[in-house]
């Protein structure tokens, strides 16, 4: 992976993150306890003096981890989040992905209409995967959660667009530059907490974090952050292939995205 500027890349993130904290009057932030949300949280804290100054959601369909719960309530309150927990159902649905499709979208719909946030700030990434590519630092939804990927508004590096239609909100996406290897050198560079299922137990880990139902790990002896940076400098293997679900096909994450999926 090429070697990006860790400073340059805190200070866009940042930027991004004081802009849309400015610009919108209800601002929410997704957490799911993985290494980019939780990297995400350790910026605002840098950007807000010390303090996330925006609400927290966790979409729970209740079969994540023991140990991503055990990290969730030790985080939440050491760093004195407030913590919005939304229980979403697992049921099937029409994409087949009981667990993580559209039913947390569902549930995000109703968190946001409850306490009427206006803006989102999600952790995605454009190396992810092939259709978060096409995502901006701040990109409108509808009403409905529509996300119109084919019309999307410029964006400079210090002029966002913040257009909200009426009932929609703007998805603010400060890590859109970072790259998984990024992530990692900014957190051993900040000391961030990770959640322990990241690190080598008996010959393998978990590079991409989602629910038991659907995360499986990978083969690794990475049992530091170091040797994970090691690991990530030569290997050839996909983020999410620990994800198992058949939204990580790109045509189908491109109709999840459309539908409000984080």
């Known amino acids: 992976m090429i070697k990006q500027d860790i400073k340059t890349l805190e200070?866009?993130?940042?930027?991004?993150?004081?802009?849309?904290?400015q610009k919108f009057k209800?601002?929410?932030?997704?957490?799911?306890?993985?290494?980019?949300?939780?990297?995400?949280?350790?910026?605002?804290?840098?950007?807000?003096?010390?303090?996330?100054?925006?609400?927290?959601?966790?979409?729970?369909?209740?079969?994540?981890?023991?140990?991503?719960?055990?990290?969730?309530?030790?985080?939440?309150?050491?760093?004195?989040?407030?913590?919005?927990?939304?229980?979403?159902?697992?049921?099937?649905?029409s994409l087949g992905s009981a667990c993580c499709g559209?039913?947390?979208?569902?549930?995000?719909?109703?968190?946001?209409?409850?306490?009427?946030?206006?803006?989102?700030?999600?952790?995605?990434?454009?190396?992810?995967?092939?259709?978060?590519?096409?995502?901006?630092?701040m990109s409108p939804r509808s009403k409905s959660f529509k996300w119109n990927y084919k019309d999307q508004p410029a964006e400079l590096w210090d002029e966002y667009s913040s257009k909200l239609d009426e009932g929609g909100h703007v998805r603010i996406h400060p890590l859109l530059d970072f790259n998984e290897i990024d992530i990692w050198r900014y957190i051993k560079q900040e000391k961030i907490p990770v959640n322990p299922l990241y690190f080598s137990r008996n010959g393998f880990r978990y590079r991409s974090l989602g629910c038991t139902n659907c995360t499986v790990p990978v083969k690794s002896n990475a049992k530091t952050i170091d040797d994970i940076i090691k690991e990530l400098e030569s290997t050839k293997i996909e983020e999410r292939s620990g994800r198992s679900?058949?939204?990580?096909?790109?045509?189908?994450?491109?109709?999840l995205r459309a539908l409000g999926y984080m």
């Open 102 to 137: 559209k039913n947390k979208p569902e549930t995000l719909k109703k968190v946001m209409k409850q306490y009427g946030f206006d803006a989102l700030i999600v952790s995605i990434r454009r190396d992810e995967h092939g259709i978060r590519s096409k995502e901006r630092y």
């Open 26 to 93: 209800n601002v929410a932030a997704l957490w799911s306890m993985g290494k980019d949300s939780t990297t995400m949280l350790a910026l605002a804290r840098k950007a807000f003096l010390g303090k996330v100054p925006f609400p927290v959601i966790h979409i729970d369909n209740r079969i994540d981890f023991p140990e991503t719960y055990a990290f969730r309530d030790y985080l939440a309150k050491k760093w004195n989040l407030n913590l919005i927990v939304a229980y979403s159902d697992i049921a099937p649905d």
């Open 11 to 21: 200070e866009k993130s940042i930027f991004v993150l004081r802009e849309g904290k």
């Open 245 to 255: 679900m058949d939204k990580e096909r790109e045509y189908t994450m491109q109709k």
